[in-house]
């Protein structure tokens, strides 16, 4: 990708080839983008739930029948192979719309809620659309990314601007003439191509809500720009997610899932597994048959049907990928298996890459790799582990491999501080629609995916219904006298576990 008078060039980072020149937009062209999805927004946030509803499924169907076309799109430009790019970008983009498709009504629809003591009141919330949402999203999954969040903002009843990344914005581009091919409602998704300049103009374009997907640094850029107008933000950022295996894990599934979790899509995940602690009892074993697998996995082009994983995305990040490596090997860490480029394809290609010997004095075990590679740690037990996977700036997600799934569960639920977290499995959270998306410390706020990911994008309203229209109410002017001593009875026989036990024992 090269920028040059206001044109991204994008360019295959597995073959160099040229793949597209878009413009990036400038402050009035985003304006005019927002402007258009508000005009949408006064139609579609009217709309009752099951005829958005029922336009979206549509769209769904039209993703499904174009899948070999969006593919194309997706790999040419991320380098990625084309059943990754199916899987997890496209597949797991229309399977959250479905979930939607299936509980936006019941989960949008207003709630009573108890009135407390004030039992002469009617108390209930509404759900309402914010209007129009600002979707911010990276590279490495740039359809379902983008896709996951318009959605969701879109079954809530807003309309969307999306600005995909400089990287992959043709990806960006195929979902919006998508919606705009679409008879009716085509505005609801705005695309705005750019860098970080236009999604700068963007959380300044008096947006309702800004869903940002990508690095801690920019979200925090964000945070403070947003800071300026109070525009609220979600904030999906990045992880160093921790594996820990015990004991008496199942080491197969253990291994098969660490080299899986690492390395799928180059490793370019947020919630890869970034970072191994195994108990020293099956250390040995765990690392061979890591390295069994690892020897296996079939990267090449994607053009190549056999491929499993492709090249790395941005340049930019295989330079981090190599300083982490440099870093830990200076400090004394050992490479098992890669731990260099491959030059036989000509792209941005490195090889899946294990490493030992390592500790958290290493950039690879505390700053996000974001590729190819996995550090294992020797652990002494559990506490060791647990100590070692939290002393992190990062909680996106975490997993934990044990034959006993109650002591898992407790580790799991009790003991890692992350948004998300697995049990003998990895990466799985994402992929399961009704589960809440997003981390935790500098991982992010907010959530996306699940019923809370709804309403994320809502305004909650309370409303309150006085029920009887007497003439005024206890609590207003004037007074009663002697007000002070009966609200001080009531406070006694209502909250005081005293008075209410004497209470019962009179009966
Ligand atoms: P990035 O932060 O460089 O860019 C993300 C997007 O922000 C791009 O569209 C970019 O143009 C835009 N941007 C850049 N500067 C901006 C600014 N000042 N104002 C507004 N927008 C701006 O991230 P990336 O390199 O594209 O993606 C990789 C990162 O994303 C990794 O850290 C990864 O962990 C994270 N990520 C997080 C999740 C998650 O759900 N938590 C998912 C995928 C990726």
């Not at 380098?79 to 509980?103: F, H, N, P, Q, W």
């Not at 629809?109 to 309402?128: C, M």
């Not at 731990?339 to 700053?367: A, C, I, Q, S, Y």
Request: proline share 4%.
């Amino acid at each position: 990708m090269k920028i040059e008078d206001r044109q991204i060039h994008v360019v295959s980072p597995a073959t160099g080839e040229h793949v597209g020149s878009v413009p990036v937009a400038g402050e009035e062209d985003v304006r005019a983008a927002v402007r258009r999805a508000r005009i949408a927004a006064e139609t579609w946030g009217r709309l009752p739930v099951r005829e958005r509803v029922r336009h979206l499924e549509k769209v769904v169907d039209r993703i499904a029948a174009r899948a070999d076309e969006i593919v194309d799109v997706i790999c040419s430009e991320t380098g990625k192979s084309r059943v990754e790019a199916l899987s997890a970008d496209v597949i797991t983009a229309c399977d959250l719309a479905e979930y939607y498709a299936g509980v936006a009504e019941r989960v949008l629809a207003p709630r009573r809620v108890s009135p407390g003591l004030l039992k002469n009141k009617k108390a209930y919330k509404i759900y309402s659309p914010y209007g129009v949402i600002g979707v911010i999203s990276p590279w490495n999954y740039p359809f379902t990314l983008a896709a996951g969040p318009a959605f969701t903002a879109l079954y809530a009843g807003n309309t969307v601007v999306l600005k995909p990344s400089e990287v992959t914005p043709h990806t960006g581009l195929i979902l919006g003439e998508i919606f705009a091919s679409m008879g009716e409602h085509r505005d609801i998704l705005q695309v705005v191509t750019g860098d970080g300049s236009t999604g700068a103009h963007l959380v300044r374009s008096g947006v309702d809500k800004i869903a940002f997907t990508g690095s801690v640094g920019t979200g925090k850029k964000i945070m403070a720009t947003a800071a300026e107008t109070l525009t609220p933000v979600v904030l999906e950022l990045g992880g160093k997610d921790p594996m820990i295996v015990l004991a008496d894990a199942d080491i197969d599934r253990a291994a098969a899932g660490a080299v899986w979790g690492a390395f799928t899509n180059s490793g370019q995940v947020c919630m890869s597994v970034e970072r191994a602690y195994v108990n020293e009892r099956v250390y040995d074993e765990f690392v061979s048959k890591v390295l069994q697998r690892t020897a296996q996995i079939r990267q090449g082009l994607h053009t190549d049907p056999k491929t499993e994983i492709g090249s790395m995305t941005f340049r930019r990040q295989l330079d981090i990928v190599e300083a982490h490596i440099a870093d830990a090997v200076a400090k004394g860490a050992r490479i098992l298996a890669g731990g260099k480029r491959r030059t036989d394809f000509g792209g941005l290609f490195f090889e899946p890459t294990v490493l030992v010997d390592v500790n958290h004095g290493m950039l690879v075990m505390r700053e996000e790799t974001f590729g190819p590679v996995l550090p294992i740690m020797k652990v002494r037990d559990d506490e060791e582990a647990i100590r070692l996977a939290g002393d992190s700036v990062y909680g996106l997600n975490a997993s934990i491999w044990s034959r006993n799934e109650e002591r898992a569960r407790h580790i799991a639920e009790e003991r890692i501080d992350s948004g998300c977290v697995a049990v003998n499995d990895c990466l799985v959270n994402f992929a399961m629609p009704g589960l809440p998306f997003g981390g935790v410390k500098e991982s992010g706020m907010g959530r996306t995916h699940g019923k809370e990911g709804l309403r994320e994008f809502s305004k909650v309203k309370s409303v309150a219904v006085d029920r009887f229209g007497l003439r005024g109410e206890l609590t207003w002017f004037p007074y009663p006298r002697g007000g002070y001593g009966a609200l001080k009875k009531m406070l006694n026989l209502l909250y005081r576990k005293g008075a209410v036990n004497k209470l019962r024992s009179l009966r």
